[in-house]
């Protein structure tokens, strides 16, 4: 009989859309970038994350991302723009993380989860993080020129 492999590699991922959310300045530059929290009754409850969700059969990565921020934030989004794509796993799933810039969207904020919201600069003061959010701090890191820390550990 084969080898099985190693645990979690053997579970199909679950596709989520996430979207990074990112205001700009007055000068057309990226400004502060939005998180909230994971309501009481999800896993990670109360762990910082980027708002999302995921797929729903049929959907595509934007269709879901649009329907989850409407449902989650009450906004509509207006434009989605694919970043990078992330397998992380955890104890409870295997999921693939679908990374979505967001610069444009309408709508007044809603917290229609019991969630908390949080415009955030690095270092990221609100804590603790989802570990699947840590790649991202490190890309915003990256492309800001952001030295030391991305947030509290
Ligand atoms: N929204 C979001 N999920 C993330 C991030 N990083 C990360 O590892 N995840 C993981 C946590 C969860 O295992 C999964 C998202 O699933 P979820 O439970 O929030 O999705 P959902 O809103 O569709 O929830 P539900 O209907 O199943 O309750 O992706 C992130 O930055 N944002």
Not at 13 to 37: H, M, N, W, Y
Not at 99 to 123: D, I, N, T, Y
Request: proline share 8%; with cysteine.
């Amino acid at each position: 009989m084969p080898a099985l492999p190693p645990d979690g590699a053997a579970r199909t991922p679950v596709d989520v859309a996430v979207g990074v959310l990112i205001e700009r300045d007055a000068a057309g530059r990226d400004g502060r970038f939005l998180l909230t929290s994971r309501p009481e009754g999800k896993v990670y409850a109360g762990h910082w994350e980027f708002p999302g969700g995921k797929l729903e059969a049929g959907e595509t990565v934007e269709q879901a991302l649009r329907r989850e921020l409407r449902e989650e934030i009450g906004i509509e989004v207006r434009q989605v723009e694919p970043w990078r794509v992330e397998i992380v796993d955890y104890p409870h799933a295997r999921v693939r993380l679908h990374f979505c810039k967001v610069h444009r969207w309408s709508g007044e904020f809603q917290m229609l989860e019991g969630q908390a919201m949080a415009w955030q600069a690095l270092p990221v003061e609100v804590a603790p993080v989802l570990p699947g959010t840590l790649p991202v701090l490190q890309w915003l890191a990256e492309e800001r020129g952001h030295a030391g820390p991305t947030h509290r550990s």
